[in-house]
């Protein structure tokens, strides 16, 4: 099945998250709940008001820097045009925003087989234990029942809380996260047709998690593997008899995925590693009717 989102179709929503700051998000696409798997893509926004420190995550994340810089200090700085690989088990941060910044945010499960919470599950999550503690600048403290006090980072709290279970990080098979610069890559003809070139940016996850962006001349059109993500970053086309333009969002999960373009145009493709066989049900993280 192909799932098609195009970003004038999904509002801009101001939602509550495990941060300090407001943030807003035109949510675009989700995965399966409950697979290893599971995905959820977003373009977030976030304002000089918003801070995250240093911490860790045992899912994968792919971002794009589309609007304003994003600073995780010491890792870097993602200037617009960036795309940062942001393994599983690695710490990255503290995280801040100089003035407005736009971003493309992919979250998937990763390797280690732990999942990734469903939006809503997560949001479930956060407004329990709102009950019980208080979120601030990124952290959760409460009381435990001794009268301790006592503080954690809040998106493990709330993964703790859904899943009834220490949270064990997978190893980190990378000291960083990764930035890229996809001008200082070249494009390459690929023969699938007339007008096409490619530039391939990253392999990871026993390289079946890939990054690469495509070029089409107007009239051309590729066909992409099936569990890919694909991200417009210029240009309008059409695939299953339905129109696309800048910044649409495209997904096919068991079938080719086959895009034409109208106009000139340059795709992020991000093809999802299967990871089904790495699975370790043991740290996988519930469906939502299990978790909410």
Do not use: C
């Not at 609007?67 to 890792?75: K, L, Q």
């Not at 990734?116 to 503690?133: N, R, T």
């Amino acid at each position: 099945m192909t799932t098609l989102v195009n970003f004038s179709d999904v509002p801009l929503v101001e939602r509550q998250h495990a941060r300090q700051g407001t943030f807003r998000a035109h949510s675009m696409l989700h995965g399966h709940e409950g697979s290893p798997g599971n995905f959820f893509l977003q373009l977030s926004r976030t304002y000089a008001d918003f801070l995250s420190p240093r911490h860790r995550h045992n899912f994968e994340q792919i971002r794009v820097q589309l609007e304003g810089p994003a600073d995780f200090d010491r890792d870097g700085v993602m200037e617009s045009g960036t795309l940062g690989y942001f393994p599983e088990g690695v710490f990255y941060g503290p995280q801040s925003i100089s003035g407005e910044s736009l971003t493309l945010v992919l979250q998937f499960g990763g390797a280690s087989g732990s999942g990734y919470i469903p939006e809503a599950a997560f949001q479930a999550g956060v407004e329990k234990l709102k009950g019980s503690g208080t979120f601030e600048k990124g952290v959760y403290r409460s009381t435990r029942a001794d009268g301790s006090k006592y503080s954690q980072d809040a998106y493990e709290a709330v993964w703790e809380d859904l899943n009834g279970r220490e949270l064990k990080y997978p190893g980190s098979r990378y000291q960083k996260p990764v930035f890229i610069d996809p001008e200082a890559f070249s494009w390459r003809e690929t023969g699938q047709d007339v007008g096409v070139a490619r530039r391939h940016l990253l392999s990871a996850t026993e390289g079946e998690l890939r990054l690469a962006q495509w070029k089409l001349a107007p009239g051309s059109q590729i066909t992409l593997e099936a569990n890919t993500l694909v991200f417009v970053l210029q240009g309008q086309g059409h695939t299953v008899g339905r129109d696309w333009d800048k910044w649409s969002a495209l997904y096919s999960d068991a079938s080719p995925l086959t895009l034409a373009a109208s106009t000139p145009v340059v795709l992020l493709e991000i093809r999802l590693p299967d990871i089904s066989a790495q699975a370790d049900s043991s740290q996988a993280t519930p469906a939502l009717e299990q978790t909410a």
